[in-house]
């Protein structure tokens, strides 16, 4: 059963910084795709970043410059640096994961979520 467990959440005051981690376990034959989502209060859930197993990285546009994407693809974990947080990156931050299992088909997979709330 595989399971993407997140860590690094909590509050911070504008123009903070926060490092989020991602660690995907159980019986995982290849990861291709991870990545990072956010959904405020009231809105839908969108993208933040995604990193290739090769290191390719996509960025929203609201982030760009202040969040960075990486990858250690020996522990299956992702992480989201958060630079200059501002008010409005306030969410819960949800990880993803497109990964294929053994004895089923390639799917995409969902952390619990973490929040990230950034005030004064």
């Known amino acids: 059963q595989v399971q993407l467990v997140e860590s690094g959440g909590g509050w911070v005051q504008p123009g903070g910084s926060l490092r989020l981690s991602c660690a995907a376990s159980?019986?995982?034959?290849?990861?291709?795709?991870m990545g990072w989502y956010r959904q405020a209060p009231g809105n839908q859930r969108e993208l933040v970043a995604t990193?290739?197993?090769?290191?390719?990285?996509n960025y929203a546009d609201s982030i760009k410059g202040r969040f960075t994407v990486s990858r250690d693809n020996a522990k299956n974990t992702v992480y989201l640096q958060m630079n200059s947080l501002k008010p409005e990156d306030t969410a819960v931050y949800y990880c993803n994961a497109d990964l294929k299992p053994p004895w089923y088909p390639r799917s995409n997979y969902w952390g619990q979520g973490t929040q990230v709330t950034v005030s004064s």
């Open positions: 990193i290739t197993s090769g290191g390719t990285t």
């Open positions: 159980g019986s995982i034959v290849s990861i291709y795709r």
